[in-house]
């Protein structure tokens, strides 16, 4: 067996193949379904009700739809420059870490300055987070793959001996928090008395930004060289390594960005657990998304919504809420076939 390219795929492989991923994963998830004990049919129905069924659940879709969006950007970014980056989690926290640092009276700015600052350090640190690995992957050959999962780690020890140290809340009781930051350091919520806040404008106003450097300006032409073929974009006379490293500070400040944004747009504070994972399910954002900004924004709310609705089901159906998870990675597996079998067709010797 082997694969062979399709020259030029017909109009009705490329809607059949993403329409048999689709299938396939309610398929999936309606085996598991009924392997819980339950009926399949009410409870997707379930599902989306809890996604989309009211405004609170759409607005709690969209809320944690925000650092998806932001994360699966970061990662977007990365990837269309063949730059593995797998540690947008770390990146994440630093840039929680400096909400934190600047957000909590350090400064004493007014709104609207500080506002700014916060997020601009949030997406400086997240920068320098992955500039150390595109560096050691430009100059020494290092694999960022392995660089950047590592950071992850040391991150959260690192996150871990600040909220046991100096970041530590001594009105916490022992529990290891942060001190909450003052309100002038905090982003509006975009509906009084609702979770969802300014971060939703800022990932989308980032996802325009990202398209338009993407498709309109050098970088992103460059960027996308550099994806494609490396060594003929350096034929070409881009510079590959400094291209790389533009493209770290582009996806790593993404990240930190949205670390910023749950803590002054939804958190307060700094926790251990202020992220559910985020940083890596940014990866299956990306892909789903076919790693373009603008369908970023819709594969976030997608994911989101499976999240949000399958916490809403496990509650009346009693059917557990990991399934959610299942369903989105075999969404992704799905999708990445899909792909594979649209370029390219099993021939049998």
């Known amino acids: 067996m082997r694969l062979e390219p399709i020259a030029s795929p017909g109009p009705l492989r490329l809607v059949l193949m993403p329409l048999a991923a689709l299938g396939l994963t309610v398929l999936v998830a309606a085996v598991l379904v009924l392997a819980a004990g339950a009926a399949p049919l009410p409870v997707f129905g379930l599902i989306v009700q809890g996604a989309a069924g009211s405004q609170?659940?759409?607005l709690e879709t969209l809320t944690r739809a925000t650092p998806l969006i932001l994360t699966g950007l970061s990662v977007a970014v990365a990837f269309r420059a063949k730059l593995w980056n797998i540690g947008a989690e770390a990146q994440l926290y630093l840039g929680a870490v400096m909400a934190v640092v600047l957000g909590t009276g350090a400064t004493g700015l007014p709104a609207p300055l500080l506002i700014p600052l916060i997020g601009l350090a949030a997406v400086l640190a997240g920068g320098l987070a992955l500039l150390g690995p595109a560096v050691l992957k430009t100059r020494f050959g290092v694999d960022e793959v392995v660089t950047t999962l590592l950071l992850n780690f040391i991150v959260l020890l690192f996150v871990s001996l600040l909220l046991e140290g100096p970041l530590k809340d001594p009105m916490?009781?022992?529990?290891?928090?942060?001190?909450?930051?003052e309100a002038a350091a905090a982003l509006p919520r975009l509906i009084t008395g609702k979770r969802l806040h300014w971060g939703f404008i800022l990932a989308l106003v980032s996802?325009?930004?990202?398209?338009?450097?993407?498709?309109r300006t050098v970088f992103g032409y460059e960027m996308r060289a550099v994806g494609h073929n490396a060594q003929a974009a350096r034929f070409a006379g881009i510079r590959v390594e400094r291209v790389l490293l533009k493209t770290a500070l582009l996806s790593g400040g993404l990240a930190g960005l949205a670390g910023y944004s749950e803590v002054a747009g939804l958190k307060g504070n700094l926790t251990l657990d202020l992220s559910p994972g985020y940083g890596y399910t940014g990866i299956v954002v990306a892909m789903l998304a076919l790693l373009n900004p603008l369908g970023v924004v819709v594969s976030a709310i997608f994911v989101a919504g499976i999240f949000v609705g399958a916490d809403a089901m496990s509650r009346s159906a009693g059917v557990p809420s990991y399934i959610a998870q299942v369903i989105v990675a075999t969404a992704l597996l799905s999708m990445v076939s899909a792909l594979l079998f649209t370029r390219y067709r099993i021939r049998w010797r």
């Open 56 to 58: 609170f659940a759409i």
């Open 207 to 215: 996802a325009g930004l990202v398209w338009f450097v993407l498709a």
């Open 172 to 181: 916490a009781l022992g529990w290891p928090r942060s001190e909450k930051i």
